[in-house]
């Protein structure tokens, strides 16, 4: 019908618009947040977008909702602020017989969220762990910027070079090890970097070396016309326990609250998404005249308050405090259910 297909056109825009600008805010954000760490040489820059990328897959189970739920707002409010709800009823067409492709459109991309919940989710977090421990444990020295201190509290290190000629050619050069109580401290006026010259640890030359050793059974104070460092590389760390990166499977047979926790968020995100969806209907009903826009921030507000009881909610599930974070979306079924009886009434 050319009805629905104008309603859906009208809807999907705005939705498609707002996932687009949310997305790419977020995508900037994680890129900015994992350049920082590659230009510290505590992530391989290789590792940087697909991290990014992610992150993405992780968060469109929140942008999509925002966005389906405020493009609903946008959409339904220019229809009732243009006269439009008003011209399609003078047609014989009813406000009911009007949202009903609105509410199949929501309900399909409800199911893209449940998939996403529910199988994207924890397959990007799994793979999100795995990289994120082997990048990190790369931690490749050739790639530290010159002129300031970096820090690797993991291996009680501390590096510092005034400049470097390539990746491997080092001068005015500082390094501080950690092991247990002892310390040392090298000194040199240049230096020569090899990565993984074992499999297991890197290589560094000091030339012309001031080195201070403290702690431990003796100290130690020389001078070196050249001096060899292995500085060992890292083990990737093992993911462990991550609920987040459980099958539903191995949620459902755990006994952990944070399994249970985490299954009920899973299963709860499109379930919220189509509340929100239904409470934009009545929400976005607006007199002839009036800005289309005038209850976009009561929308806000409300999307607001309510991810942040679900947040409680589900914080009371992993603290225990509660066996379950549905009575969070039941508030929300609730105040639906209010919103359409003061519309249906105010008609």
């Known amino acids: 019908m050319i009805v629905d297909r104008y309603l859906l056109r009208e809807v999907a825009t705005p939705f498609v618009a707002i996932t687009f600008a949310l997305t790419t805010l977020y ?3 994680s890129l900015t947040r994992y350049l920082t760490d590659a ?18 897959v992780i968060a469109l189970e929140m942008l999509l909702p925002v966005a389906l739920y405020i493009g609903l707002m946008v959409a339904l409010g220019r229809f009732y602020s243009d006269w439009e709800i008003t011209a399609m009823r003078a047609s014989g067409i009813s406000e009911r017989r009007i949202i009903v492709p609105i509410l199949a459109l929501a309900t399909a991309i409800g199911l893209v969220i449940a998939s996403l919940s529910l199988w994207a989710r924890p397959w990007a977090y799994h793979e999100l762990y795995a990289f994120q421990a082997e990048a990190r444990a790369f931690n490749d020295l050739a790639a530290l910027e010159a002129g300031r201190f ?3 509290d993991k291996r009680g290190r501390v590096i510092f070079m005034e400049d470097r000629d390539g990746p491997g050619t080092l001068s005015g050069l500082f390094v501080r090890t950690r092991d247990g109580e002892t310390s040392q401290v090298i000194s040199a006026r240049s230096g020569a970097f090899e990565a993984f010259a074992r499999p297991d640890a890197h290589r560094l030359d000091v030339f012309d070396a001031q080195v201070f050793r403290m702690g431990g059974e003796s100290n130690l104070v020389g001078h070196f016309d050249e001096f060899t460092l292995y500085l060992p590389t890292a083990i ?8 987040k990166s459980m099958s539903n499977a191995a949620l459902a047979g755990s006994r ?8 009920q968020w899973r299963q709860s995100t499109a379930v919220s998404a189509l509340l929100l969806a239904l409470l934009a209907v009545p929400l976005s009903r607006t007199q002839p005249r009036h800005g289309r826009y005038s209850k976009i921030m009561l929308a806000v507000v409300i999307y607001a308050l309510y991810y942040n009881l679900l947040g409680v909610a589900r914080t009371s599930v992993e603290q225990q405090a509660s066996p379950s974070l549905w009575w969070a979306p039941g508030l929300l079924l609730l105040v639906v259910i209010i919103a359409y009886l ?6």
């Open 27 to 29: 995508v900037t954000f």
């Open 39 to 56: 230009t510290e040489g505590l992530l391989a820059a290789g590792a940087v977008f697909t991290l990014t990328m992610l992150r993405a």
């Open 150 to 152: 970096h820090y690797d």
């Open 236 to 243: 990737p760390e093992s993911v462990g326990f991550k609920p």
């Open 256 to 263: 952990s609250p944070d399994a249970r926790a985490e299954l």
């Open 342 to 347: 003061t519309a249906g009434r105010r008609r």
